[in-house]
């Protein structure tokens, strides 16, 4: 990670800040393993009950990824009766789509797609090109929780179930992701950038936020924290059972994703996510550190195949190729260079923190 990201610290004993977050991650919201069922069962029967008389008794959502797809899976081994919610930003790999309808139609799982208006979506992801920072998917990641929810409330829905977890994404840098939370961030960024106004982008703003999580009750659960997750296990396990075809990266079912991760993110910020997602599969025991390193050898991406997404990618987005290099000249910034709910955010995460700690 000290080639990757420039904040890295370690202590005297060489032990890096990441490793220390990820420790904190297990002990805060994962349980030990003689306590995992039982913690798995007591939630699984608080939302049976809350859910009973509802046409759903949990929201999910599905993007055709591993994480996800597992997730769709679980629900139905644990007797749940799901809503899955699809963000249609413009930009589903065919595979991903194949993956989605395999999935939920086999598990018999109702599916709820939005799809967003692409000229509105596009004018605001050329906002964050142009925002020079290298958190670019914010704006899909906001808008994945925003509709989950928006259903979660519309059907009375107490539960969304993630799959976000501590075995394959606790060590994250925060400049590289912040703000799938913070709403101000992101109209700013627009209002600066953009030429649109984000009219049917789904979003929350903090007192919506309050609604959903205090008067509504929602909560949003990693349920993958619960159950011993691991990643070559579940890919198995979904390839078993619904064909589930393998994109070769970490949410590359969409082809921006894809994109970003493997050409804007090495090329502009020196930011390869392969060293997180490795460094993270290693301190959850998954795969040794041969492993991890053996798997950054291959280039993050190759120059041919890369070329011709590069082309698609632009002409998509609307701009040449000569604006295109103008975006990946521009100086670079983080969120930090710009409006945000960032201490409000983070102390309300800090509190809430504190409240799980106390109850458990």
């Known amino acids: 990670m000290d080639s990757t990201d420039p904040d890295i610290v370690f202590d005297e004993h060489g032990v890096c800040n990441h490793c220390?977050?990820?420790?904190?991650?297990?002990?805060?919201?994962?349980?030990?393993?003689?306590?995992?069922?039982?913690?798995?069962?007591?939630?699984?029967?608080?939302?049976?009950?809350?859910?009973?008389?509802?046409?759903?008794?949990?929201?999910?959502?599905?993007?055709?990824?591993?994480?996800?797809?597992?997730?769709?899976?679980?629900?139905?081994?644990?007797?749940?009766?799901?809503?899955?919610?699809?963000?249609?930003?413009g930009w589903d790999s065919e595979f991903a789509v194949a993956n989605i309808e395999k999935t939920l139609d086999r598990l018999s799982i109702d599916l709820y797609t939005y799809v967003v208006?692409?000229?509105?979506?596009?004018?605001?992801?050329?906002?964050?090109?142009?925002?020079?920072?290298?958190?670019?998917e914010v704006p899909t990641d906001h808008a994945i929780v925003a509709l989950l929810y928006r259903m979660a409330a519309k059907y009375g829905v107490k539960h969304i179930l993630l799959g976000t977890n501590v075995a394959s994404e606790a060590i994250m840098p925060i400049?590289?992701?912040?703000?799938?939370?913070?709403?101000?961030?992101?109209?700013?960024?627009?209002?600066?950038?953009?030429?649109?106004?984000?009219?049917?982008?789904?979003?929350?703003?903090?007192?919506?936020?309050?609604?959903?999580?205090?008067l509504r009750r929602i909560k949003i659960v990693p349920i993958l924290d619960y159950v011993d997750y691991r990643k070559e296990v579940a890919i198995k396990i979904i390839q078993d059972e619904f064909d589930w075809k393998d994109y070769g990266g970490k949410?590359?079912?969409?082809?921006?994703?894809?994109?970003?991760?493997?050409?804007?993110?090495?090329?502009?910020?020196n930011i390869d996510k392969r060293r997180a997602h490795n460094a993270n599969l290693l301190l959850s025991g998954q795969i040794t550190r041969s492993e991890a390193l053996q798997g950054l050898e291959a280039p993050a991406y190759h120059e041919m195949a890369m070329q011709e997404e590069l082309e698609y990618v632009i002409k998509k987005l609307g701009i040449t190729e000569e604006e295109f290099e103008r975006l990946m000249e521009l100086p670079v910034q983080t969120f930090f260079d710009y409006s945000s709910n960032y201490k409000t955010l983070s102390q309300v995460k800090y509190f809430m923190g504190r409240r799980k700690a106390e109850k458990a």
């Open 251 to 269: 949410h590359h079912e969409s082809v921006y994703t894809r994109f970003y991760q493997s050409y804007i993110l090495p090329r502009k910020f």
């Open 20 to 89: 220390y977050r990820y420790d904190d991650q297990v002990r805060r919201r994962t349980f030990p393993a003689a306590e995992r069922q039982g913690r798995l069962d007591a939630l699984v029967a608080r939302i049976k009950e809350q859910g009973k008389r509802k046409p759903y008794d949990c929201v999910i959502g599905v993007s055709g990824g591993v994480d996800s797809t597992y997730v769709a899976y679980l629900t139905k081994q644990l007797g749940l009766r799901p809503l899955a919610v699809h963000f249609d930003n």
């Open 175 to 214: 400049k590289w992701g912040y703000g799938y939370s913070d709403y101000r961030y992101i109209k700013g960024v627009q209002r600066q950038f953009g030429s649109r106004k984000l009219k049917s982008y789904p979003h929350y703003t903090l007192p919506k936020l309050f609604e959903y999580m205090v």
């Open 117 to 136: 208006d692409w000229e509105e979506f596009k004018d605001l992801q050329l906002s964050f090109l142009k925002a020079s920072t290298p958190d670019g």
